[in-house]
């Protein structure tokens, strides 16, 4: 009798031995004697290397509600069934449940897996966290019914669910309220103009909900929810975090735009008034391509391959479109370096006119025989371009031919006249100019005008010149002085028929 009750506690010994020979048999046995229908707290607590038999029942209960509670759903298929397993990045016997939670791994004790004494010494303190024991206390207090069940959930916590749900709306309105209240006088006091509520409102909503989720995400633990719905409610969690994250960056480059382009109109230049649209887009790219990596990634999907695919088609698209990223980048150093501004006059190549728009890809100029020229930004980023449009002074310069028969002093009291009127004249540059007489033609003594015009455009440089020929013209009446034309003399010599012989 002594030997058969001896080979059945050996095949107990063995057969329990065998129970928690692997990582996988570990955790199974763990979560399967805590469920309803097979509940037994004392086989479940051999999964933990405790002597003890009361504190590694507590401890097994503590760690299933703490898993249960932060929705860490444990996936079985995933965990090794192999005796020997060996952790590939600290070449230990260790197997961690989640990515993400370093506190609760499996170690390997005397050929046998166990959660780890590390998990085991923590787990009073992570249960804690998500079950207060004020909390408890409070429970104890209530009526019965508060523990009845409804739906599947006690009513305590479908009670709790709803009050969450208020507190989330509370929330939502007073940070949104914040954001905008201080962020519009904010930006109000360092641009000194009038923000409109919209865009400021279009960012701070999704960013309200990102931090209500973040209050909430951390406190609905509280509520002790039934694993398959805390799982549900972690991946909604989850999903939404990159989602709004990604809306608030799209809206806050909206926002920041808007604010440069206040700036931007106060300026002279309106290169800038076209270079915020054009930095707004590139950056609402890169917000959107960036946000939709970590939107996949939150859903579990492995993007490796995407990323690759992306790669050889980003190759290949480069390679096709070397003239559009050429053009990019000649758009960039026009838009930087600014050798001319939308309104400008320019000479560039055989051509000349007026910058009527710079765009992504190309810069259009209206010629003077109203013809609309364009040219890639990257050809004309690499041009000499000569900028008329941003010339400080006009030059004008003529020459006046007086008749020879005109007494040389009217002709030097014309040219103290015709100085006078370029100090007296608006628009004209004083503090240098020449008038001389300056030359002798065959027809005509010539007086060099040599002057300048302060004026912004083209339109007002012939009214400035119209205004000083017409002075000039009256002056020369005023002094006698006569304008030579262009004439020759012919003469004609007379031959005797004996010197012709």
Not at 14 to 30: D, L
Not at 55 to 72: H, M, T
Not at 162 to 171: E, K, R, T
Not at 465 to 474: M, P, S
Request: glycine share 4%; net charge neutral; aromatic share 12%.
């Amino acid at each position: 009798m002594a030997f058969i009750i001896l080979f059945f506690t050996s095949l107990n010994l063995f057969s329990t031995t065998n129970q928690i020979s692997t990582p996988y048999s570990a955790v199974y046995n763990h979560l399967k004697y805590l469920q309803e229908d097979s509940f037994n707290p004392e086989k479940s607590s051999k999964s933990f290397y405790i002597e003890d038999k009361e504190k590694a029942i507590e401890i097994a209960k503590k760690l299933k509600r703490y898993l249960d509670a932060n929705g860490k759903f444990v996936e079985l298929d995933k965990i090794p069934t192999n005796p020997n397993y060996i952790d590939s990045l600290t070449g230990n016997s260790v197997f961690y449940l989640f990515k993400d939670d370093e506190n609760v791994f499996l170690e390997k004790i005397n050929d046998n897996w166990y959660y780890s004494r590390f998990t085991s010494s923590i787990t009073p303190k992570l249960y804690e966290s998500i079950f207060p024991i004020g909390l408890k206390k409070i429970l104890s207090y209530l009526p019965d019914f508060v523990n009845s069940k409804f739906i599947g959930l006690e009513f305590w916590k479908i009670i709790g669910l709803l009050v969450y749900l208020i507190l989330s709306l509370v929330l939502y309105l007073s940070i949104k309220g914040l954001i905008n209240r201080y962020v519009l006088r904010l930006l109000n006091k360092i641009i000194r103009g009038n923000i409109t509520l919209k865009p400021i409102s279009n960012a701070s909503s999704p960013l309200s909900i990102v931090l209500v989720l973040y209050i909430l995400s951390n406190m609905i633990v509280y509520l002790m929810l039934p694993i398959n719905l805390s799982k549900i409610l972690s991946n909604i969690i989850n999903f939404l975090y990159p989602f709004l994250l990604t809306i608030v960056f799209y809206r806050i480059t909206e926002l920041v735009a808007e604010v440069f382009e206040r700036i931007a109109e106060r300026t002279e230049t309106t290169t800038d008034d076209q270079l915020v649209p054009l930095v707004s887009k590139s950056i609402k790219v890169v917000v959107v391509v960036v946000g939709s990596f970590y939107i996949v990634d939150s859903t579990g999907v492995d993007y490796t391959p995407l990323l690759a695919g992306a790669s050889i088609g980003g190759l290949a698209l480069a390679l096709a479109a070397q003239d559009t990223v050429k053009n990019f980048f000649g758009s960039v150093t026009i838009f930087t370096d600014k050798p001319f501004d939308v309104g400008d006059w320019i000479v560039f190549g055989s051509h000349e006119g007026t910058v009527e728009e710079v765009g992504v890809r190309s810069t259009r100029v209206r010629t003077f025989y109203n013809s609309l020229v364009s040219i890639p930004n990257g050809k004309i980023s690499d041009m000499t371009i000569d900028n008329m449009g941003k010339r400080q002074y006009r030059r004008y310069t003529t020459k006046l031919n007086v008749r020879y028969d005109i007494p040389i002093s009217r002709i030097e009291n014309y040219v103290e006249k015709l100085k006078e009127t370029v100090l007296n004249l608006e628009n004209t540059r004083k503090d240098y100019f020449e008038i001389h007489i300056n030359d002798l033609s065959d027809s005509s003594i010539q007086i060099l005008i040599y002057i300048f015009f302060e004026v912004e455009n083209w339109t007002e440089e012939l009214k400035s010149r119209q205004k000083f020929i017409v002075e000039a013209l009256k002056l020369a009446e005023e002094c006698k002085v006569k304008f030579a034309y262009p004439t020759q003399s012919i003469q004609i010599e007379k031959y005797n028929n004996d010197d012709i012989l």
